[in-house]
């Protein structure tokens, strides 16, 4: 993804509602993708994959839809908690480039009104 | 169990000094991983070690960085003659074998501050 420098794009919820965070990418090859939650201070966690024979993958409370037409990826975060708020990230992984490399996207900012 | 650490988790240093940066990944994943990460962007690739060799290291900046893993365990990402450039969270990751499509574990990060 592009990076956007210090402004990362913010999406400001209320508690209780969904959130969708979104995702574009470049690489045509790319087969693998990943979200994280990186919380301030902290290492990114791992929320959720999604392989590139699927364009839908549920966990618990969140949802990853992969539209490789034209090339876009979503994070659904149901029932939108405080403890949501962090900058979450999508990574893509290509067997063809280095298969072990992650890419990232330059993130966006949640944050959860009480 | 214990996830990936690293130590320190903050360091302050002057230009031109050396600093040593510290990754425990979780124990028996033979893949390790280096990223870096400036604010408000996401992380960056810099190394790979499947076990004690690196096998990629094309996301290292310059020759100022170096990487080690003698034991295939605890890694050491080395920066000799640090600039202000140098200022951001470094990030150790893990995973269990480094095949295809295998999640990578984060550490929390060392934050360093090049004065």
């Known amino acids: 993804g592009e990076s956007v420098g210090l402004h990362l794009p913010t999406l400001s919820v209320q508690e209780g509602d969904n959130s969708i965070i979104n995702c574009a990418y470049s690489?045509?090859?790319?087969?693998?993708f990943i979200w994280y939650k990186q919380e301030s201070g902290k290492g990114p966690q791992f929320i959720i994959d999604?392989?590139?024979?699927?364009d839908k993958r549920q966990g618990q409370r969140v949802t990853v839809l992969l539209n490789k037409t034209v090339k876009h990826l979503s994070l659904q975060i149901a029932a939108t908690q405080p403890g949501d708020s962090a900058v979450y990230f999508c990574?893509?992984?290509?067997?063809?480039?280095?298969?072990?490399?992650?890419?990232f996207g330059s993130g966006t900012r949640l944050l959860v009104r009480p | 169990g214990a996830g990936v650490s690293q130590t320190p988790s903050n360091k302050v240093t002057e230009k031109g000094k050396y600093v040593e940066l510290r990754c425990d990944p979780i124990?028996?994943?033979?893949?390790l991983y280096w990223y870096r990460q400036s604010l408000g962007q996401g992380p960056e690739f810099l190394i790979y070690?499947?076990?004690?060799?690196?096998?990629?290291d094309s996301g290292l900046p310059n020759d100022r960085f170096f990487a080690v893993r003698p034991e295939g365990s605890v890694s050491t990402l080395k920066i000799q003659r640090t600039e202000r450039g140098d200022s951001a969270m470094y990030l150790c990751?893990?995973?269990?074998?480094?095949?295809?499509?295998?999640?990578?574990?984060f550490g929390p990060g060392t934050r360093l501050l090049v004065l």
């Open positions: 690489n045509s090859a790319s087969d693998y």
């Open positions: 990751a893990s995973s269990p074998s480094g095949v295809y499509q295998e999640t990578q574990y």
């Open positions: 990574a893509e992984n290509s067997l063809m480039d280095s298969s072990y490399k992650l890419i």
């Open positions: 070690f499947q076990g004690t060799g690196a096998a990629d």
């Open positions: 124990s028996g994943h033979t893949a």
């Open positions: 999604i392989r590139s024979n699927m």
